[in-house]
């Protein structure tokens, strides 16, 4: 299930840059998934680069691996003298849902 689960992800992926993404920011499973370069075909930029879940920033949900996320950053620079556009600096901070509880008592 797992495996066909993955090749459609990256049959949809191909598709979408097939048809000139460059930057696939993806999310849903409520786990952090990896993320991937490509080379775009008709995009503006020479490459590209999908993240297939960035996982939860804010949940009440307790399964397995449900608790953490990632906050993704990139830049996209232009160069003014060749006209060329690409992303540079990527990188990501992984952060974690913390359930907690107040002084009260009361879950947050």
Same mark, same amino acid.
């Given at each position: 299930?797992?495996?066909?689960?993955?090749?459609?992800?990256k049959?949809?992926?191909?598709?979408?840059?097939?048809?000139?993404?460059?930057i696939?920011?993806?999310?849903?499973?409520?786990?952090?998934?990896? *993320?991937?370069?490509?080379? &775009?075909? /008709?995009g503006?930029? #020479?490459s590209?680069?999908v993240?297939?879940s960035q996982?939860?920033?804010?949940s009440n949900?307790?399964?397995?691996?449900s608790d953490?996320?990632m906050? *993704?950053?990139?830049?996209? &620079?232009? /160069?003014?003298?060749? #006209?060329?556009v690409y992303?540079?600096?990527?990188?990501?901070?992984?952060?974690?849902?913390l359930?907690?509880k107040?002084?009260?008592g009361?879950r947050?």
């Amino acid at each position: 299930m797992i495996n066909e689960l993955i090749r459609i992800r990256k049959k949809i992926t191909e598709k979408t840059v097939s048809y000139g993404a460059d930057i696939i920011l993806a999310s849903h499973p409520h786990i952090v998934q990896p *993320f991937e370069r490509f080379k &775009t075909n /008709n995009g503006n930029l #020479d490459s590209g680069f999908v993240t297939y879940s960035q996982g939860n920033f804010l949940s009440n949900q307790r399964w397995r691996y449900s608790d953490g996320a990632m906050i *993704f950053n990139f830049n996209i &620079t232009k /160069n003014i003298f060749t #006209d060329s556009v690409y992303i540079s600096g990527v990188n990501y901070l992984p952060i974690w849902v913390l359930e907690g509880k107040t002084e009260k008592g009361k879950r947050v």
